[in-house]
């Protein structure tokens, strides 16, 4: 079954860390992928998206994610942590044959002052 | 230009009565998705539009859920009969295109329906 796996419901970091939140997604065929990002009791707003025509994607506010078709994931990594970015992240996947969008259970990240 | 708007923003019903959450998409975009998001967990599938139909329902959990969109724009999600379980975070987004050409999905701030 087509799915999307996000390991680690919660990661936190200090300010100025990596970040490094992962995804792991179920295809022999590479999908389309997504990062969204939610602030509290808002809506989801898109980071970044893989569409085959680059592996490492450059998104909003400093992050990016690279596609390994190899490892089937499309983990998401920032430099240096801002407090600005905690939040909730979701990985999601879109299969060419589907006509919906696949998400993982997300990833709260919490930044340590 | 304005984004996804969903309408209440919050609803709070009994068990068994009627609700309806309304979506209204970015003008120009034909197609719209819904979404239910339970606490804890990330966003799950209920049905796509493309136009005035539905191309797509194979999320909606049972017979009583059902959506409309009557004119390609607006769209209604129904919920009858309301149950505890029904208590989620509903999302809608709008796409330009649709979902098979990767096309960006932009979601709306959701409607959080409780339901007592």
């Known amino acids: 079954a087509q799915s999307v796996t996000q390991l680690g419901s919660h990661v936190s970091v200090s300010e100025g860390a990596l970040v490094l939140l992962r995804c792991n997604y179920s295809?022999?065929?590479?999908?389309?992928l997504f990062w969204y990002v939610q602030y509290p009791n808002q809506g989801l707003q898109l980071l970044l998206k893989?569409?085959?025509?680059?592996?490492l994607v450059k998104g909003i506010n400093g992050f990016e994610a690279e596609f390994k078709k190899s490892e089937t994931s499309f983990h998401l990594t920032k430099p240096s942590a801002h407090m600005s970015d905690a939040a909730e992240y979701f990985c999601?996947?879109?299969?060419?044959?589907?006509?919906?969008?696949?998400f993982g259970s997300g990833t709260r990240l919490s930044i340590r002052p | 230009g304005a984004g996804v708007s969903q309408t209440p923003s919050n609803k709070v019903t009994e068990k068994g009565k009627y609700v309806e959450l309304r979506c209204d998409p970015i003008?120009?975009?034909?197609?719209l998705y819904w979404y239910r998001q339970s606490l804890g967990q990330g966003p799950e599938f209920l049905i796509y539009?493309?136009?005035?139909?539905?191309?797509?329902d194979s999320g909606l959990p049972n017979d009583r859920f059902f959506a409309v969109r009557p004119e390609g724009s607006v769209s209604t999600l129904k919920i009858q009969r309301t149950e505890r379980g029904d208590s989620a975070m509903y999302l809608c987004?709008?796409?330009?295109?649709?979902?098979?050409?990767?096309?960006?999905?932009?979601f709306g701030p959701g409607t959080r329906l409780t339901v007592l």
């Open positions: 987004a709008s796409s330009p295109t649709g979902t098979g050409k990767g096309a960006e999905q932009f």
């Open positions: 295809s022999s065929v590479p999908p389309y």
């Open positions: 893989y569409t085959s025509a680059a592996t």
């Open positions: 999601a996947a879109l299969y060419s044959s589907a006509s919906k969008i696949i």
């Open positions: 003008s120009g975009h034909t197609a």
């Open positions: 539009f493309q136009g005035t139909g539905a191309a797509d």
